[in-house]
C-alpha cells in the first residue's frame, strides 16, 4: 500500500536551535498513528512542518506526493488540523466560523449545511450558532475546531492535545470516532501525553525522544521490544526514566514539611 504521507529526513526547528534532527518515515491510508514523547521531544514542532507553519532546514514532506511548497492551498485542503489551544476568532460567532471554514475549503453550500446541522447536534451545539466565542468553555472551543476540522471530509487528521477541556462523555465519543474514521480509510495522527487513549486506539505508535525517532511500531511490538506491560512503562523504559516514584515522593515531603531541612 502506497504512503500517504512522507517524511524524509527532517531537520527542523526554530531560528537558532534545532528541534528535529532527521526524522522519517511514512503513514499509509487507514492508520491511527500515536505521536508520543516528553515535552520538548518535538511532536508539536513535527506537526506544525509537516502541516506548512514552520519550514523545514532540511529533508522533505509530502502528502499523496504533493509538497507545501509546490502548491501551499492544494497541499492544505488534503488534511485538517486540530490544535491544542483552540484559539478562534472572538468577533465571528459559531456559524461565522463554520462557514468561514466552509468557504477556505471551497464546500458547495448545499453540502456544508448537510454536514453542519448534524455535526452541531451530535456535539450538541445547536442552540449556540448565534454565540461569540467569549461565552464558549474551552471544551465547547474545541468543539468548534473538531466540527470544522471535520466538514470538508479529509483524508488525514492531524490532533495535537485534542481532549484537552473536553467532557468524560465526549471523550469517549472522539475516541470511537477516530476509530470509526480509520475504517472509513481516513488517517489519523495524534499526539497526546495520555498514554493510557494512545494505547487503545493508535494501531501504531512513533516515540520521539530528542527529536529523533526512537520506536515506531505497534503496541504490541513495542511491548516486545521492551518486555513492559503498558504504553505508560514502555514509555519510561524508552525514555530512561524511572525515577517518577522517588520524585513524587520527594515533591508530597516538600509539601508536607517532611522534607525540609533541621
Known amino acids: 500500500m502506497s504512503s500517504l504521507l512522507n517524511i524524509e529526513n527532517l531537520v527542523g526547528g526554530y531560528t537558532q536551535k534545532n528541534v528535529l534532527h532527521g526524522i522519517s518515515f511514512d503513514v499509509r491510508p487507514n492508520e491511527i498513528v500515536g505521536l508520543i514523547g516528553l515535552n520538548g521531544a518535538g511532536k508539536s514542532t513535527a506537526i506544525k512542518h509537516v502541516i506548512g507553519l514552520m519550514e523545514p532546514k532540511k529533508g522533505s514532506i509530502s502528502i499523496n506526493g504533493k509538497t507545501f511548497q509546490e502548491n501551499p492551498e492544494t497541499y492544505r485542503k488534503q488534511f485538517s488540523y486540530i490544535p491544542e489551544?483552540?484559539?478562534?476568532?472572538?468577533e465571528l460567532t459559531l456559524y461565522e466560523?463554520?462557514?468561514?471554514?466552509a468557504m477556505a475549503y471551497d464546500i458547495p453550500e448545499d453540502v456544508f449545511e448537510k454536514r453542519m446541522?448534524?455535526?452541531l447536534k451530535e456535539f450538541r451545539?445547536?442552540?449556540?450558532?448565534k454565540w461569540f466565542p467569549v461565552h464558549f468553555s474551552k471544551g465547547m472551543r474545541q468543539k468548534v475546531l473538531i466540527i470544522s476540522s471535520l466538514l470538508h471530509n479529509p483524508d488525514l487528521i492531524f490532533l495535537d492535545e485534542p481532549l484537552s477541556g473536553l467532557d468524560a462523555n465526549s471523550v469517549m465519543v472522539i475516541k470511537d470516532m477516530l476509530e470509526a474514521l480509520a475504517n472509513q480509510g481516513k488517517t489519523i495522527f495524534y499526539s497526546s501525553h495520555i498514554m493510557d487513549v494512545v494505547e487503545k486506539i493508535s494501531n501504531r505508535i512513533v516515540l520521539l525522544v530528542n527529536g529523533q525517532i526512537a520506536a515506531d511500531g505497534s503496541f504490541d511490538d513495542l511491548k516486545e521490544q521492551s518486555k513492559a506491560g503498558s504504553l505508560e512503562s514502555i514509555f519510561n523504559q524508552l525514555t530512561g526514566f524511572d525515577e517518577h516514584k522517588e520524585t513524587a515522593e520527594k515533591i508530597v515531603s516538600i509539601v508536607t514539611g517532611d522534607g525540609q531541612d533541621e
Open 85 to 90: 489551544m483552540p484559539v478562534l476568532y472572538e
Open 125 to 129: 451545539l445547536e442552540k449556540k450558532l
Open 117 to 119: 446541522e448534524p455535526l
Open 97 to 101: 466560523h463554520l462557514r468561514l471554514t
